[in-house]
Protein backbone atom coordinates (compact mmCIF):
# COMPACT_ATOMS: atom_id res chain seq x y z
CA UNK A 1 0.00 0.00 0.00
CA UNK A 2 2.78 2.60 1.19
CA UNK A 3 4.58 1.83 -2.43
CA UNK A 4 1.54 2.16 -4.29
CA UNK A 5 0.75 6.01 -2.49
CA UNK A 6 4.30 6.98 -2.95
CA UNK A 7 4.33 6.06 -6.75
CA UNK A 8 0.70 7.76 -7.38
CA UNK A 9 1.52 10.89 -5.46
CA UNK A 10 4.73 11.21 -7.32
CA UNK A 11 3.38 11.01 -10.66
CA UNK A 12 1.01 13.35 -9.45
CA UNK A 13 3.50 15.60 -8.46
CA UNK A 14 5.43 15.48 -11.60
CA UNK A 15 2.30 16.08 -13.47
CA UNK A 16 1.75 19.05 -11.74
CA UNK A 17 -1.68 17.91 -10.60
CA UNK A 18 -0.58 18.62 -7.27
CA UNK A 19 1.20 21.03 -5.49
CA UNK A 20 1.40 19.76 -2.06
CA UNK A 21 -0.34 16.49 -0.50
CA UNK A 22 -1.38 15.06 2.93
CA UNK A 23 0.13 12.28 4.41
CA UNK A 24 0.91 10.62 7.13
CA UNK A 25 4.80 10.41 7.93
CA UNK A 26 6.22 7.78 10.56
CA UNK A 27 6.38 8.83 13.91
CA UNK A 28 9.70 9.40 16.14
CA UNK A 29 7.94 7.18 18.23
CA UNK A 30 7.04 3.55 17.57
CA UNK A 31 3.46 4.15 19.16
CA UNK A 32 2.50 6.93 16.72
CA UNK A 33 2.57 8.18 13.15
CA UNK A 34 2.67 11.91 12.06
CA UNK A 35 0.27 13.55 9.87
CA UNK A 36 2.30 16.18 7.72
CA UNK A 37 1.61 18.60 4.89
CA UNK A 38 4.46 18.12 2.01
CA UNK A 39 5.14 20.36 -1.00
CA UNK A 40 7.33 18.24 -3.30
CA UNK A 41 7.56 14.42 -3.80
CA UNK A 42 11.35 14.52 -1.64
CA UNK A 43 8.84 14.64 1.28
CA UNK A 44 8.11 11.53 0.86
CA UNK A 45 10.47 9.48 1.72
CA UNK A 46 9.36 8.95 5.38
CA UNK A 47 5.82 8.30 3.82
CA UNK A 48 3.85 5.46 5.75
CA UNK A 49 0.71 3.88 6.09
CA UNK A 50 -0.31 1.11 8.35
CA UNK A 51 -3.23 1.17 11.66
CA UNK A 52 -1.84 4.34 13.31
CA UNK A 53 -2.81 6.64 11.19
CA UNK A 54 -6.49 7.48 13.00
CA UNK A 55 -5.62 11.79 12.48
CA UNK A 56 -8.53 13.14 9.88
CA UNK A 57 -6.28 14.29 7.18
CA UNK A 58 -9.24 16.27 6.10
CA UNK A 59 -8.45 18.44 9.70
CA UNK A 60 -5.72 20.45 7.49
CA UNK A 61 -7.73 20.84 4.12
CA UNK A 62 -9.34 24.64 4.97
CA UNK A 63 -5.91 26.06 5.68
CA UNK A 64 -4.73 25.03 2.35
CA UNK A 65 -7.81 26.89 0.59
CA UNK A 66 -6.76 28.11 -3.18
CA UNK A 67 -3.47 25.00 -3.22
CA UNK A 68 -3.84 22.04 -5.45
CA UNK A 69 -3.97 19.07 -3.09
CA UNK A 70 -3.40 15.62 -2.92
CA UNK A 71 -5.18 13.84 -0.08
CA UNK A 72 -4.96 10.26 0.77
CA UNK A 73 -8.18 9.53 2.41
CA UNK A 74 -9.04 7.08 4.39
CA UNK A 75 -13.38 6.08 4.60
CA UNK A 76 -13.97 8.98 7.82
CA UNK A 77 -11.45 11.59 5.98
CA UNK A 78 -13.35 10.90 2.67
CA UNK A 79 -16.69 11.87 4.19
CA UNK A 80 -15.17 14.81 5.72
CA UNK A 81 -13.88 15.88 2.59
CA UNK A 82 -17.74 15.93 1.74
CA UNK A 83 -18.52 17.77 4.59
CA UNK A 84 -16.15 20.32 3.65
CA UNK A 85 -17.33 20.60 -0.17
CA UNK A 86 -20.81 21.23 1.10
CA UNK A 87 -19.48 24.00 3.48
CA UNK A 88 -17.73 25.55 0.42
CA UNK A 89 -14.34 25.00 2.51
CA UNK A 90 -12.63 23.24 -0.46
CA UNK A 91 -13.56 22.96 -3.84
CA UNK A 92 -13.18 19.39 -5.21
CA UNK A 93 -11.40 20.18 -8.63
CA UNK A 94 -8.76 21.24 -6.49
CA UNK A 95 -8.04 17.94 -5.09
CA UNK A 96 -6.88 14.44 -5.57
CA UNK A 97 -8.39 11.98 -3.55
CA UNK A 98 -6.07 8.89 -3.16
CA UNK A 99 -8.53 6.71 -1.39
CA UNK A 100 -8.13 3.83 1.28
CA UNK A 101 -10.17 1.15 1.87
CA UNK A 102 -9.44 1.12 5.39
CA UNK A 103 -9.13 -2.09 7.75
CA UNK A 104 -9.43 0.10 11.09
CA UNK A 105 -6.99 2.12 13.14
CA UNK A 106 -5.79 0.33 16.24
CA UNK A 107 -5.79 1.70 19.56
CA UNK A 108 -2.35 2.78 20.71
CA UNK A 109 -3.43 4.00 24.01
CA UNK A 110 -4.98 0.05 25.13
CA UNK A 111 -2.46 -1.82 23.99
CA UNK A 112 0.33 0.49 25.52
CA UNK A 113 -1.79 -0.28 28.90
CA UNK A 114 -1.81 -4.55 28.05
CA UNK A 115 1.85 -4.76 26.83
CA UNK A 116 2.98 -2.81 30.64
CA UNK A 117 6.24 -1.97 29.89
CA UNK A 118 7.83 0.69 27.48
CA UNK A 119 7.09 0.19 23.61
CA UNK A 120 10.03 0.54 21.96
CA UNK A 121 8.84 -0.84 18.15
CA UNK A 122 5.81 -1.57 16.79
CA UNK A 123 6.31 -4.18 13.56
CA UNK A 124 2.53 -4.30 10.93
CA UNK A 125 1.87 -7.10 9.28
CA UNK A 126 -1.36 -7.53 7.27
CA UNK A 127 -3.49 -7.82 10.13
CA UNK A 128 -1.71 -7.76 13.21
CA UNK A 129 0.94 -5.66 15.19
CA UNK A 130 3.99 -7.11 16.39
CA UNK A 131 5.23 -5.17 19.67
CA UNK A 132 8.70 -4.80 20.99
CA UNK A 133 9.72 -3.63 24.46
CA UNK A 134 13.36 -4.00 26.23
CA UNK A 135 12.47 -7.42 27.36
CA UNK A 136 9.34 -8.73 25.84
CA UNK A 137 7.45 -9.05 22.51
CA UNK A 138 3.99 -9.53 21.90
CA UNK A 139 1.45 -9.69 18.93
CA UNK A 140 -1.68 -8.40 18.42
CA UNK A 141 -4.68 -8.47 15.97
CA UNK A 142 -5.53 -5.00 14.89
CA UNK A 143 -9.65 -5.91 14.91
CA UNK A 144 -9.36 -6.90 18.63
CA UNK A 145 -7.81 -3.50 19.63
CA UNK A 146 -9.94 -1.28 17.00
CA UNK A 147 -10.26 2.25 18.45
CA UNK A 148 -13.96 2.96 19.35
CA UNK A 149 -14.93 4.59 16.66
CA UNK A 150 -13.65 1.90 13.83
CA UNK A 151 -15.28 -0.64 15.44
CA UNK A 152 -18.70 0.44 14.63
CA UNK A 153 -17.56 2.15 11.10
CA UNK A 154 -20.06 1.88 8.23
CA UNK A 155 -18.32 3.40 6.09
CA UNK A 156 -14.50 2.38 5.65
CA UNK A 157 -14.40 2.92 1.90
CA UNK A 158 -14.09 6.39 0.75
CA UNK A 159 -17.27 7.65 -0.73
CA UNK A 160 -15.48 10.58 -3.12
CA UNK A 161 -12.44 9.39 -4.78
CA UNK A 162 -10.31 9.91 -7.49
CA UNK A 163 -8.70 6.58 -7.40
CA UNK A 164 -8.99 3.91 -4.43
CA UNK A 165 -6.40 1.39 -3.12
CA UNK A 166 -7.24 -1.61 -1.48
CA UNK A 167 -9.36 -4.29 -1.51
CA UNK A 168 -12.74 -3.63 -0.92
CA UNK A 169 -13.88 -3.53 3.38
CA UNK A 170 -16.80 -4.35 4.65
CA UNK A 171 -18.94 -1.95 6.72
CA UNK A 172 -20.25 -2.66 10.06
CA UNK A 173 -23.61 -3.70 9.71
CA UNK A 174 -25.26 -4.10 13.06
CA UNK A 175 -26.94 -0.81 14.93
CA UNK A 176 -23.42 1.59 15.17
CA UNK A 177 -25.43 3.73 18.04
CA UNK A 178 -26.64 0.95 20.40
CA UNK A 179 -24.39 2.05 22.93
CA UNK A 180 -26.21 5.79 23.33
CA UNK A 181 -29.44 3.48 22.84
CA UNK A 182 -28.51 1.98 25.88
CA UNK A 183 -26.89 5.29 27.23
CA UNK A 184 -30.91 6.97 26.65
CA UNK A 185 -32.14 4.69 28.97
CA UNK A 186 -30.26 5.70 31.83
CA UNK A 187 -31.98 8.57 34.26
CA UNK A 188 -30.87 12.19 33.42
CA UNK A 189 -29.29 12.28 36.94
CA UNK A 190 -27.67 8.69 36.30
CA UNK A 191 -26.07 10.64 33.06
CA UNK A 192 -25.22 13.88 34.40
CA UNK A 193 -23.22 12.09 36.96
CA UNK A 194 -21.44 10.04 34.16
CA UNK A 195 -20.42 13.58 32.34
CA UNK A 196 -19.08 15.21 35.23
CA UNK A 197 -17.04 12.15 36.67
CA UNK A 198 -16.04 12.13 33.09
CA UNK A 199 -15.07 15.56 31.88
CA UNK A 200 -13.67 16.23 35.62
CA UNK A 201 -10.10 14.93 34.00
CA UNK A 202 -10.79 17.64 30.95
CA UNK A 203 -7.56 20.19 31.32
CA UNK A 204 -9.28 22.57 28.43
CA UNK A 205 -6.56 22.35 26.01
CA UNK A 206 -9.07 21.39 23.26
CA UNK A 207 -7.47 19.20 21.17
CA UNK A 208 -10.46 17.75 20.97
CA UNK A 209 -11.87 20.96 18.95
CA UNK A 210 -8.03 21.27 16.76
CA UNK A 211 -8.46 17.63 15.74
CA UNK A 212 -11.68 18.31 14.49
CA UNK A 213 -12.20 18.64 10.36
CA UNK A 214 -15.80 20.21 11.18
CA UNK A 215 -13.91 22.70 13.67
CA UNK A 216 -13.04 25.26 11.62
CA UNK A 217 -14.09 28.47 12.82
CA UNK A 218 -11.89 31.23 12.00
CA UNK A 219 -12.85 32.84 16.46
CA UNK A 220 -13.92 29.47 18.14
CA UNK A 221 -16.92 30.57 20.79
CA UNK A 222 -14.46 29.26 23.93
CA UNK A 223 -11.60 31.88 22.21
CA UNK A 224 -13.81 35.04 22.21
CA UNK A 225 -13.68 37.32 24.62
CA UNK A 226 -15.96 40.06 23.11
CA UNK A 227 -18.96 38.56 23.67
CA UNK A 228 -17.33 35.82 26.40
CA UNK A 229 -19.36 32.89 26.28
CA UNK A 230 -17.95 31.06 28.93
CA UNK A 231 -15.36 31.54 31.40
CA UNK A 232 -12.15 29.94 31.29
CA UNK A 233 -11.60 28.50 34.60
CA UNK A 234 -12.02 24.17 35.80
CA UNK A 235 -15.11 24.57 37.17
CA UNK A 236 -16.81 21.80 35.78
CA UNK A 237 -20.08 23.46 34.69
CA UNK A 238 -17.85 25.69 32.33
CA UNK A 239 -15.91 22.57 31.30
CA UNK A 240 -19.56 20.90 30.30
CA UNK A 241 -20.54 24.00 28.73
CA UNK A 242 -17.97 23.73 26.47
CA UNK A 243 -18.48 20.88 25.57
CA UNK A 244 -22.04 20.69 24.87
CA UNK A 245 -21.83 23.55 22.69
CA UNK A 246 -19.27 21.71 20.85
CA UNK A 247 -21.27 19.07 20.46
CA UNK A 248 -23.97 21.56 19.11
CA UNK A 249 -22.05 23.04 16.97
CA UNK A 250 -21.70 19.43 15.16
CA UNK A 251 -25.44 18.58 14.67
CA UNK A 252 -25.51 16.95 11.38
CA UNK A 253 -21.75 17.85 10.58
CA UNK A 254 -19.98 14.81 12.41
CA UNK A 255 -18.64 11.95 10.65
CA UNK A 256 -18.25 10.07 13.88
CA UNK A 257 -14.28 9.23 12.88
CA UNK A 258 -13.37 9.82 16.58
CA UNK A 259 -10.64 12.27 16.13
CA UNK A 260 -11.70 13.92 18.72
CA UNK A 261 -11.25 11.21 21.52
CA UNK A 262 -8.40 9.42 20.29
CA UNK A 263 -6.38 13.36 20.99
CA UNK A 264 -8.23 13.64 24.06
CA UNK A 265 -4.36 13.61 26.30
CA UNK A 266 -6.68 12.53 29.07
CA UNK A 267 -8.52 9.40 27.63
CA UNK A 268 -12.11 11.00 27.88
CA UNK A 269 -14.94 9.38 26.36
CA UNK A 270 -16.11 12.26 24.05
CA UNK A 271 -17.91 10.46 21.46
CA UNK A 272 -20.97 9.97 23.59
CA UNK A 273 -21.92 13.53 23.11
CA UNK A 274 -21.50 13.85 19.15
CA UNK A 275 -23.11 10.17 18.72
CA UNK A 276 -26.31 10.95 20.40
CA UNK A 277 -26.86 13.91 18.07
CA UNK A 278 -26.06 11.92 15.12
CA UNK A 279 -28.23 9.67 16.17
CA UNK A 280 -31.14 11.98 16.83
CA UNK A 281 -30.27 13.24 13.00
CA UNK A 282 -30.67 10.44 11.38
CA UNK A 283 -33.97 9.84 13.28
CA UNK A 284 -35.43 13.12 13.08
CA UNK A 285 -33.85 13.91 9.31
CA UNK A 286 -33.09 10.74 7.45
CA UNK A 287 -29.56 11.95 7.03
CA UNK A 288 -26.08 10.80 7.85
CA UNK A 289 -23.43 13.39 6.96
CA UNK A 290 -20.53 13.16 4.40
CA UNK A 291 -22.21 10.54 2.32
CA UNK A 292 -23.08 13.12 -0.74
CA UNK A 293 -21.29 16.24 -2.21
CA UNK A 294 -25.02 17.28 -3.97
CA UNK A 295 -27.29 16.78 -0.67
CA UNK A 296 -27.60 19.98 2.12
CA UNK A 297 -26.42 19.73 5.46
CA UNK A 298 -29.87 18.47 7.84
CA UNK A 299 -29.96 22.08 9.72
CA UNK A 300 -28.64 24.27 6.43
CA UNK A 301 -31.94 23.47 4.58
CA UNK A 302 -35.77 23.82 5.10
CA UNK A 303 -38.82 22.69 3.33
CA UNK A 304 -41.52 25.45 3.09
CA UNK A 305 -44.02 22.69 3.93
CA UNK A 306 -42.40 21.58 7.34
CA UNK A 307 -44.63 21.01 9.71
CA UNK A 308 -43.12 22.97 12.53
CA UNK A 309 -44.82 26.26 12.61
CA UNK A 310 -41.93 28.40 13.74
CA UNK A 311 -40.35 28.03 10.00
CA UNK A 312 -42.89 29.63 8.50
CA UNK B 1 21.78 11.00 54.40
CA UNK B 2 20.05 8.06 56.06
CA UNK B 3 18.87 4.55 54.80
CA UNK B 4 15.54 3.58 55.75
CA UNK B 5 13.24 0.27 54.66
CA UNK B 6 9.69 0.89 53.12
CA UNK B 7 7.65 0.03 55.82
CA UNK B 8 9.77 2.79 57.81
CA UNK B 9 9.62 4.97 54.81
CA UNK B 10 5.62 4.74 54.43
CA UNK B 11 5.55 5.18 58.49
CA UNK B 12 7.33 8.38 58.37
CA UNK B 13 4.84 9.46 55.57
CA UNK B 14 1.48 8.88 57.48
CA UNK B 15 3.20 10.74 60.93
CA UNK B 16 3.88 13.69 58.24
CA UNK B 17 -0.10 13.13 57.10
CA UNK B 18 -0.70 15.05 60.71
CA UNK B 19 1.09 18.13 59.37
CA UNK B 20 0.62 18.04 55.68
CA UNK B 21 -1.97 16.87 52.50
CA UNK B 22 0.11 13.91 51.28
CA UNK B 23 0.45 14.18 47.65
CA UNK B 24 2.24 11.43 45.59
CA UNK B 25 2.04 9.09 42.63
CA UNK B 26 -0.63 6.50 42.14
CA UNK B 27 -2.01 4.34 39.68
CA UNK B 28 -5.06 5.89 38.32
CA UNK B 29 -7.50 5.14 35.20
CA UNK B 30 -5.17 6.34 32.64
CA UNK B 31 -1.68 6.28 34.07
CA UNK B 32 0.30 7.02 37.45
CA UNK B 33 -0.30 10.71 38.61
CA UNK B 34 0.21 12.62 40.95
CA UNK B 35 -2.90 12.74 43.93
CA UNK B 36 -3.60 13.54 47.49
CA UNK B 37 -3.01 10.30 49.27
CA UNK B 38 -5.18 8.42 51.57
CA UNK B 39 -4.46 5.00 50.91
CA UNK B 40 -0.72 4.99 51.65
CA UNK B 41 0.26 1.37 50.38
CA UNK B 42 -0.78 2.23 46.84
CA UNK B 43 2.09 5.30 46.30
CA UNK B 44 4.07 4.32 43.50
CA UNK B 45 7.84 4.52 43.70
CA UNK B 46 9.82 2.79 40.62
CA UNK B 47 7.85 4.12 37.52
CA UNK B 48 9.18 6.83 35.22
CA UNK B 49 7.77 9.80 35.54
CA UNK B 50 4.58 10.69 36.26
CA UNK B 51 1.45 11.51 33.49
CA UNK B 52 1.43 15.29 34.64
CA UNK B 53 3.71 16.83 36.35
CA UNK B 54 3.22 18.43 39.84
CA UNK B 55 3.39 21.90 38.74
CA UNK B 56 -0.63 22.57 39.20
CA UNK B 57 -0.10 22.35 43.07
CA UNK B 58 2.80 25.24 43.02
CA UNK B 59 0.47 26.78 39.94
CA UNK B 60 -3.29 25.81 39.53
CA UNK B 61 -4.71 25.37 36.64
CA UNK B 62 -7.59 27.85 37.83
CA UNK B 63 -7.14 29.69 40.45
CA UNK B 64 -8.86 32.86 42.43
CA UNK B 65 -6.76 35.77 43.61
CA UNK B 66 -9.99 37.52 45.44
CA UNK B 67 -13.91 37.90 45.22
CA UNK B 68 -15.74 41.10 44.72
CA UNK B 69 -19.56 41.78 46.01
CA UNK B 70 -21.28 45.10 45.84
CA UNK B 71 -17.84 46.95 46.06
CA UNK B 72 -16.25 44.92 48.89
CA UNK B 73 -13.72 43.06 47.67
CA UNK B 74 -12.68 40.16 50.15
CA UNK B 75 -9.23 37.85 49.69
CA UNK B 76 -9.44 34.48 48.36
CA UNK B 77 -9.59 31.95 50.59
CA UNK B 78 -5.86 30.61 51.65
CA UNK B 79 -5.62 26.74 52.29
CA UNK B 80 -4.20 26.07 55.40
CA UNK B 81 -2.72 22.68 54.89
CA UNK B 82 0.83 22.66 53.81
CA UNK B 83 1.17 19.71 51.22
CA UNK B 84 4.40 17.38 50.91
CA UNK B 85 5.02 16.36 47.85
CA UNK B 86 6.67 13.01 47.20
CA UNK B 87 8.40 11.40 44.20
CA UNK B 88 9.13 14.40 42.14
CA UNK B 89 11.65 13.31 39.64
CA UNK B 90 14.82 15.87 38.37
CA UNK B 91 13.72 16.83 35.36
CA UNK B 92 10.40 18.48 37.09
CA UNK B 93 12.14 19.63 40.38
CA UNK B 94 14.22 21.65 37.72
CA UNK B 95 11.27 23.38 36.27
CA UNK B 96 10.77 25.27 39.53
CA UNK B 97 14.52 27.35 38.60
CA UNK B 98 12.17 28.75 35.65
CA UNK B 99 8.94 29.44 38.30
CA UNK B 100 11.19 30.93 41.18
CA UNK B 101 12.68 33.30 38.48
CA UNK B 102 9.48 34.64 36.95
CA UNK B 103 7.48 34.53 40.15
CA UNK B 104 10.19 35.53 43.02
CA UNK B 105 13.24 36.73 42.49
CA UNK B 106 12.07 39.40 39.70
CA UNK B 107 9.90 41.78 41.03
CA UNK B 108 6.55 42.13 41.70
CA UNK B 109 6.56 38.87 43.58
CA UNK B 110 4.27 36.65 42.86
CA UNK B 111 2.53 36.14 46.38
CA UNK B 112 -0.10 33.59 45.03
CA UNK B 113 2.45 31.39 44.02
CA UNK B 114 5.31 32.28 46.59
CA UNK B 115 2.78 31.39 49.51
CA UNK B 116 1.64 27.77 47.34
CA UNK B 117 5.89 27.25 47.07
CA UNK B 118 6.62 28.25 50.64
CA UNK B 119 3.80 25.70 52.56
CA UNK B 120 4.75 22.98 50.62
CA UNK B 121 7.62 20.48 51.43
CA UNK B 122 9.17 19.00 48.13
CA UNK B 123 10.54 15.45 48.14
CA UNK B 124 12.79 14.53 45.14
CA UNK B 125 13.56 10.92 44.34
CA UNK B 126 16.04 9.71 42.27
CA UNK B 127 15.14 8.56 38.62
CA UNK B 128 15.73 4.34 38.28
CA UNK B 129 15.20 4.30 34.52
CA UNK B 130 14.74 6.64 31.29
CA UNK B 131 12.33 6.33 28.94
CA UNK B 132 12.87 6.88 25.16
CA UNK B 133 11.04 10.44 25.34
CA UNK B 134 13.36 11.60 28.16
CA UNK B 135 16.40 14.21 26.97
CA UNK B 136 16.74 15.87 30.51
CA UNK B 137 20.56 14.96 30.70
CA UNK B 138 20.51 18.25 27.58
CA UNK B 139 20.15 20.75 29.95
CA UNK B 140 22.88 18.80 32.36
CA UNK B 141 20.26 17.33 35.04
CA UNK B 142 21.40 14.04 36.73
CA UNK B 143 18.33 11.72 36.51
CA UNK B 144 19.57 10.35 39.75
CA UNK B 145 20.36 13.34 41.84
CA UNK B 146 18.88 13.45 45.05
CA UNK B 147 20.35 16.98 45.66
CA UNK B 148 17.48 18.90 44.97
CA UNK B 149 14.38 20.16 46.74
CA UNK B 150 14.08 19.75 50.58
CA UNK B 151 14.29 16.27 50.97
CA UNK B 152 15.92 13.62 48.58
CA UNK B 153 15.62 10.18 47.91
CA UNK B 154 17.02 7.12 46.22
CA UNK B 155 14.36 4.06 46.23
CA UNK B 156 15.89 0.30 45.75
CA UNK B 157 13.45 -1.75 44.55
CA UNK B 158 15.84 -4.92 44.82
CA UNK B 159 16.49 -4.02 48.68
CA UNK B 160 12.79 -2.12 49.30
CA UNK B 161 14.25 0.02 50.96
CA UNK B 162 15.08 4.18 50.93
CA UNK B 163 18.37 6.42 51.02
CA UNK B 164 17.54 9.69 52.17
CA UNK B 165 18.18 13.20 52.46
CA UNK B 166 17.44 16.28 53.88
CA UNK B 167 19.02 19.36 51.62
CA UNK B 168 16.91 22.23 52.70
CA UNK B 169 16.95 23.46 56.98
CA UNK B 170 12.81 22.22 56.53
CA UNK B 171 14.11 18.88 54.93
CA UNK B 172 16.88 18.28 57.35
CA UNK B 173 14.28 18.77 60.34
CA UNK B 174 11.83 16.37 59.01
CA UNK B 175 14.16 13.57 58.02
CA UNK B 176 16.06 13.90 61.37
CA UNK B 177 14.08 12.03 63.60
CA UNK B 178 14.70 9.07 61.40
CA UNK B 179 16.68 6.09 62.47
CA UNK B 180 19.21 4.71 60.09
CA UNK B 181 21.07 1.96 58.15
CA UNK B 182 24.81 1.78 56.89
CA UNK B 183 24.75 3.79 53.68
CA UNK B 184 27.93 3.36 52.67
CA UNK B 185 26.70 1.38 49.39
CA UNK B 186 24.87 4.30 48.41
CA UNK B 187 27.14 5.22 45.52
CA UNK B 188 27.11 1.42 44.65
CA UNK B 189 23.45 1.50 44.39
CA UNK B 190 23.57 4.73 42.26
CA UNK B 191 25.77 3.67 39.50
CA UNK B 192 23.62 0.58 39.63
CA UNK B 193 20.98 2.77 37.94
CA UNK B 194 23.35 4.40 35.53
CA UNK B 195 22.83 2.14 33.06
CA UNK B 196 18.96 2.36 32.72
CA UNK B 197 19.29 6.07 31.69
CA UNK B 198 21.73 4.91 28.73
CA UNK B 199 18.36 6.23 26.43
CA UNK B 200 18.35 9.44 27.94
CA UNK B 201 20.54 11.77 24.94
CA UNK B 202 22.60 14.97 25.56
CA UNK B 203 21.03 16.54 22.43
CA UNK B 204 22.75 20.16 22.66
CA UNK B 205 26.26 19.07 23.55
CA UNK B 206 27.49 22.06 25.45
CA UNK B 207 26.46 24.32 22.22
CA UNK B 208 25.90 27.98 22.48
CA UNK B 209 21.89 28.13 21.40
CA UNK B 210 21.50 31.61 21.95
CA UNK B 211 24.20 32.38 19.06
CA UNK B 212 22.24 29.48 16.86
CA UNK B 213 19.01 31.15 17.48
CA UNK B 214 19.90 35.01 17.17
CA UNK B 215 20.64 33.81 13.52
CA UNK B 216 17.73 31.83 12.55
CA UNK B 217 14.80 33.33 13.71
CA UNK B 218 13.96 33.90 10.48
CA UNK B 219 15.05 30.22 9.09
CA UNK B 220 13.02 29.40 6.21
CA UNK B 221 12.59 25.71 8.16
CA UNK B 222 9.98 27.37 11.07
CA UNK B 223 7.64 27.16 7.73
CA UNK B 224 8.43 23.31 7.93
CA UNK B 225 8.45 22.07 11.60
CA UNK B 226 5.28 22.79 12.37
CA UNK B 227 2.80 21.71 9.91
CA UNK B 228 1.27 19.27 11.01
CA UNK B 229 0.25 21.09 14.48
CA UNK B 230 -2.91 21.42 15.07
CA UNK B 231 -2.69 23.97 17.63
CA UNK B 232 -4.01 22.53 20.59
CA UNK B 233 -2.57 23.37 24.45
CA UNK B 234 -1.68 19.65 24.76
CA UNK B 235 2.16 20.66 24.92
CA UNK B 236 2.01 23.64 26.78
CA UNK B 237 -0.47 22.57 29.53
CA UNK B 238 1.98 19.21 30.48
CA UNK B 239 4.86 21.26 30.08
CA UNK B 240 6.33 21.75 33.46
CA UNK B 241 8.27 24.75 32.91
CA UNK B 242 5.32 26.31 30.97
CA UNK B 243 4.04 29.50 33.08
CA UNK B 244 1.95 31.51 30.95
CA UNK B 245 -1.51 32.14 32.46
CA UNK B 246 -4.59 34.61 31.72
CA UNK B 247 -6.56 37.03 34.43
CA UNK B 248 -10.57 37.28 34.01
CA UNK B 249 -13.07 38.75 36.01
CA UNK B 250 -15.79 35.82 36.50
CA UNK B 251 -19.45 36.66 37.08
CA UNK B 252 -21.46 39.72 37.54
CA UNK B 253 -19.62 43.15 37.56
CA UNK B 254 -20.55 43.36 40.95
CA UNK B 255 -20.89 40.58 41.89
CA UNK B 256 -17.86 37.78 41.16
CA UNK B 257 -13.87 36.79 41.49
CA UNK B 258 -10.56 37.72 39.54
CA UNK B 259 -9.36 34.35 38.48
CA UNK B 260 -6.30 33.30 36.67
CA UNK B 261 -6.34 30.27 34.58
CA UNK B 262 -4.06 28.48 32.40
CA UNK B 263 -2.92 30.21 29.23
CA UNK B 264 -0.97 28.57 25.97
CA UNK B 265 0.38 30.24 23.12
CA UNK B 266 -0.74 27.83 21.04
CA UNK B 267 -4.03 29.58 21.00
CA UNK B 268 -4.99 32.27 18.87
CA UNK B 269 -6.00 34.55 20.99
CA UNK B 270 -2.90 34.11 23.07
CA UNK B 271 -1.58 36.82 21.08
CA UNK B 272 -4.21 38.56 19.81
CA UNK B 273 -4.44 42.71 20.80
CA UNK B 274 -7.36 44.78 21.69
CA UNK B 275 -7.67 46.04 17.89
CA UNK B 276 -7.82 42.69 16.43
CA UNK B 277 -4.60 42.32 15.07
CA UNK B 278 -2.71 39.68 15.68
CA UNK B 279 1.10 39.71 15.78
CA UNK B 280 1.39 35.88 15.84
CA UNK B 281 -1.42 35.35 12.81
CA UNK B 282 -0.06 31.93 12.19
CA UNK B 283 0.51 28.09 13.81
CA UNK B 284 4.29 28.85 12.27
CA UNK B 285 4.73 32.09 14.67
CA UNK B 286 3.01 30.49 17.45
CA UNK B 287 4.85 27.18 17.32
CA UNK B 288 8.22 29.21 16.68
CA UNK B 289 7.33 31.31 19.84
CA UNK B 290 7.17 28.23 22.03
CA UNK B 291 10.36 26.74 20.85
CA UNK B 292 12.87 30.21 20.97
CA UNK B 293 11.13 31.03 24.14
CA UNK B 294 12.59 27.63 25.25
CA UNK B 295 15.90 27.53 23.77
CA UNK B 296 16.20 31.56 23.25
CA UNK B 297 14.83 33.52 25.46
CA UNK B 298 15.25 32.46 29.09
CA UNK B 299 18.50 31.29 28.33
CA UNK B 300 19.24 35.00 26.92
CA UNK B 301 17.56 36.89 29.57
CA UNK B 302 18.12 34.22 32.48
CA UNK B 303 21.20 31.86 31.94
CA UNK B 304 17.89 28.77 32.07
CA UNK B 305 17.09 26.71 29.59
CA UNK B 306 13.05 26.87 29.09
CA UNK B 307 12.67 22.97 29.09
CA UNK B 308 13.88 20.20 31.18
CA UNK B 309 13.79 17.07 28.73
CA UNK B 310 10.70 15.34 30.85
CA UNK B 311 9.32 14.15 27.45
CA UNK B 312 5.66 14.79 28.49
CA UNK B 313 4.78 17.28 24.80
CA UNK B 314 6.32 14.46 22.92
CA UNK B 315 4.18 11.19 24.32
CA UNK B 316 1.07 13.36 24.57
CA UNK B 317 1.19 15.21 21.01
CA UNK B 318 -1.80 13.87 19.31
CA UNK B 319 0.38 14.75 16.09
CA UNK B 320 3.53 13.77 16.91
CA UNK B 321 5.18 16.86 16.70
CA UNK B 322 9.00 16.26 18.55
CA UNK B 323 10.37 19.06 19.89
CA UNK B 324 13.92 17.03 20.52
CA UNK B 325 13.66 16.42 16.06
CA UNK B 326 13.34 20.33 16.22
CA UNK B 327 16.33 21.35 18.32
CA UNK B 328 17.97 18.87 16.05
CA UNK B 329 17.14 20.81 12.98
CA UNK B 330 18.58 23.58 13.96
CA UNK B 331 21.70 22.49 15.86
Redesign the interface.
Known amino acids: MEVKIKERLSQLFDEQKINCAIIFEK ?3 PD ?6 IYNKEGLNNLVWNSMNW ?1 NLA ?1 YLPKLLGKKIGIVAKGCDSRSIVLLMQEEKVKREDLYIIGINCTGMIDMKKIAKDFGA ?1 I ?1 ETIFEKDSVKVKGKASEKEYKVKDFLLESCQVCKYPSPVIYDEVLGEQVKGFEGDNYQDITEFEKLSSEERREYFYKELS ?1 C ?5 C ?3 CPSCYCQ ?1 CFV ?3 QP ?1 WL ?5 IDDIFFYHIVRAYHMVGRCVDCGSCQ ?2 C ?3 INILKLTKKLNKDVRELYKYECGLDPKNTPALSTFEPDDYNEFIK | MKKVTKTEFINFLKKQSETFDIIAPIKGDKGIDYDIITDFDKIIFDHVNTDRSFKRFLFPQSQTLFEFKEGVITEAKKQNKKKFIVGIRNCDINSLKVFDYNFIEKEPVDTFYKELRDNTILITAACPASNSTCFCTSFKIDPLSIGHGDIGILFDKEEDSFYIQGNSSAGKDIVDGLSTKDTSDFDQKKEKYKKNHEKNRDLIKDKNLVEIFQSKLEDEKWGEIFKGCIGCGVCTFYCPTCYCFDIEEQGKFWNGKRVRNWDSCMFPIYSKETTGHNPRPTQKERYRNRVLHKFYYQLKHNNEYGCVGCGRCITNCPTNIDIRNIIKTFI
Do not use: L, V
Open positions: GTMKNAPNINNESGIRCYARNSEDSNKEKGQNNAPMD
